[in-house]
């Protein structure tokens, strides 16, 4: 399968959260070191005893241990927000494959195979790739199967979708809501 690379936008989104990101990782290590020196210190129970107990020590590093959870925060916040980014773009690429028909699709990112013709589905020695089955109910390449007869009319299951003579379909459904449109228009569908 051709992975094509998408196209990047939101420039300045990246760029903020690309800062954000450093800043997180500072304040992180920020909070670090103030969590040691404080605990290390003992903070102002130093001032009153020169050895500050335990509790005191655990207390004098909460400071640190909240600069430290706050850039953790930060740096979680940026990469929700990077995925919110890529889920954007993405789904405004998802967007313009589907407001193109299924063969402008596969020519733009040559993921999904062009349909069969009839010369490839009559002479399978001719072709040059070799059948190939994903599924063990699919049909090969090449290969279709009568699907079911829907209200006289044949759909077929192919490697790449349902067809209704050569009309591409995802799914069975819309093959018979296909069927419904023509049928109620009184057109013939025959089988090319």
Known sequence: MVIRHY?????????????????????????????????????????ISHDPPFLARLIAAVPGLIIFLSGLFAICYVQVSRSHVDTAEMTRELLDLARTSPMEAQARTSMRPKPVSEDQRTEPAARADPPVSTKRDAPLKGEERLVETYK????????NGHYVGEKWFANIASAKEFVDHEKGG?????RS
């Open 186 to 190: 009184d057109a013939t569908l025959e």
């Open 7 to 47: 196209e990047r936008s939101y420039v300045t989104a990246r760029n903020v959260l690309s800062f954000l990101e450093i800043v997180g990782w500072i304040t992180v290590a920020i909070g670090v070191l103030a969590a040691l020196v404080g605990f290390g210190t003992g903070g102002l129970f130093l001032t």
């Open 152 to 159: 006289g009319v044949e759909i077929y299951k192919r490697h």
